[in-house]
């Protein structure tokens, strides 16, 4: 796209100028957008932002080297590269600068407009809320599939587009990123793409330029109140998504009093359901046996016959706002039941490692990692276990400091095991929070508000996951039942970070190393149970 085209259709209006040292902009043609210049090709416009660490100016000269014809910078970025090799006596960088007083408030509209504005050809839902965006953007995206429809994801554990598969490094990509992934989706045919919404993207402008068809509320609770300064913070970020620059419908979970206050200021047209009757709510859930439950609309006739496939009260509200998402977009009752009985495969949450029997533990992995989702996974896998109910988990460093005693309170009350271990310590000392969680846990158990009869530190993950899968391997047989190991925190996720470095690591081949050693050691000669 010739730059002065592109500066014309951003749709940044006043905010965006342009700065022409050398080269006039209609001589240049943009090609492509990064604000990363080591990853800048030929033709592309770098987007040189300022960050929490450095500015991406100071890396300017990379991006032109390697073929950048354009800049997007703020006046200090643009004092920066003043300095660079390549300008010529005080005049600036030989290529045209695109100069923002707040260039990431305009990145997703450019980038959009480079890319020839991609998600307006696709169909286009957004999950935000604290839990469940995972599982539910994986219920939507399965059900329609299901459907024979051609469909991407986005999200925390993976992008698909297609059947082709990558990492994702964050829950939701950079502006820059997210704009190329939809214009390849729409290159290759995709009629669908179902995106987690990060509270972070919404309030780092990551989505913008993407209108979504559907907009869906989950839940809210505490977390990220180390990026939020409060949780009025973190709720008006997750509730910019239900305005009209951003959505055109939504549907919202009113579990919560966060779910009930969004809905009453969306300003978009909103569908709302509850767990229980209550006034004002559009569909009810009835929950019966086995995951099965009617979604009964209030003030109609249409009920929905449905089933989740993964165990737990949250598991249903995920399902719910899956099934009425796919009612707004136009499905039918018959459609979206037949559509949503195909059981989705979700990694890392509530992921059976070991099914449990005679010769060991059930061992499940799971994402949990704030106060309401631990409590909320044990509480589903407690009717299921017959036995003990261990439970493996720790919390992330330089994060939210405030949740940590609060997710070992958490799990004293639903395990009868707490097993404390290290998450992502990142550059923290991992025996400090491991410590704020066994203090969390250790006063729920003191002020008899805990059902947990032990509260363990663990010490390193693989240690810690060996030692809870251990304890259920040498309970087997006791007449009790079969023991569930539950490992929480991490779910998908393949690497742990320490002091700066990520070391590679799976909950899931540590659970099934562990559980191999345990069933081994209990069965060699002159070793009991």
Known sequence: MPLRDLTSSAGAGDLLRVERPDAAPTDVVVTGVSLDSRSILPGDLYAALPGFHAHGADFAAGALAAGAVAVLTDPAGLARMR??????PGSGPRVP??????????????????????????????????????TTAYLIESALRARGQRTGLIGTVETRIGDERLDSERTTPEATDLHALLGIMRERGIDACVMEVSSHALELHRVDGVVYDVALFTNLSQDHLDFHATMEDYFAAKASLFTPARSRAAVV??????????????SVPTVTFASAPAEGVDWVVDEGEGGAF??????????????????????????ALAALALLTLGLDVPQVQEALSVPPAVPGRMEVVAAGGPEGPRCIVDFAHTPDAVDAALSALRPSTPGRLIAVLGAGGDRDRGKRPAMGAAAARQADIVVVT???PRSEEPADIRAAVVAGAREAVASGDARATEIIDGGSRSSAIAEAVAIAVLGAGSGDGVDTVVVLGK????????????????????VRAALGAALGAATSPGVGP
């Open 83 to 88: 300095g660079l090799d390549e300008i010529g």
């Open 97 to 134: 600068v695109l100069l923002a007083e707040h260039p990431r408030e305009v990145l997703g509209e450019v980038a959009a407009t480079v890319y020839g504005h991609p998600a307006e050809a696709l169909t286009v839902l957004g999950v935000t809320g604290t839990n469940g965006k995972t």
């Open 253 to 266: 979970c009113v579990d919560d009093a966060w779910g009930a206050r969004l809905a009453r200021e969306s």
């Open 294 to 319: 009617d979604l009964a609309e209030v003030a109609g006739a249409r009920v929905l016959s449905l089933v989740s496939h993964l165990p737990g009260h949250f598991n249903v509200a995920n399902t």
């Open 422 to 424: 290290d998450d992502n």
């Open 491 to 510: 779910g998908h996720e393949k690497g742990q970070e320490i002091h700066g470095v990520k070391h590679p690591f799976d909950d899931r081949e540590a």
